[in-house]
């Protein structure tokens, strides 16, 4: 996607643009500002609001991953305890 293009699509062409390249810190914190920003239009809030919702991990996943590292954490005391 040409800047032009992004430009013409505003600040969700950005957040896109940005989801697109990888950087996902940069387009939640732009997602955040323009939900943040009471002048923009109700478009841009919108496409915000789903980019943010898409990067929110899931809560089943959130608890997979802390049960995995407690598990990893009682193995790794249960071996360095060991006599």
């Known amino acids: 996607m040409s800047g032009r293009n992004r430009r013409a699509?505003?600040?969700g062409g950005r957040i896109a643009a940005l989801l697109e390249c990888g950087d996902h810190r940069?387009?939640?914190e732009e997602?955040?500002?323009i939900?943040?920003?009471?002048?923009?239009?109700a478009q841009e809030r919108e496409?915000?609001?789903a980019a943010l919702a898409r990067l929110r991990p899931e809560p089943g996943a959130a608890l997979a991953a802390a049960l995995g590292?407690?598990?990893?954490?009682a193995?790794?005391?249960g071996v360095l305890l060991r006599p």
Not at 69 to 73: D, E, K, M, R, S
């Open 47 to 49: 496409e915000a609001a």
């Open 9 to 11: 699509r505003g600040r």
């Open 31 to 33: 997602a955040r500002r």
């Open 26 to 28: 940069a387009a939640g």
């Open 69 to 73: 590292v407690a598990i990893a954490l």
């Open 35 to 41: 939900l943040a920003d009471p002048a923009a239009p």
């Open 75 to 77: 193995v790794a005391a």
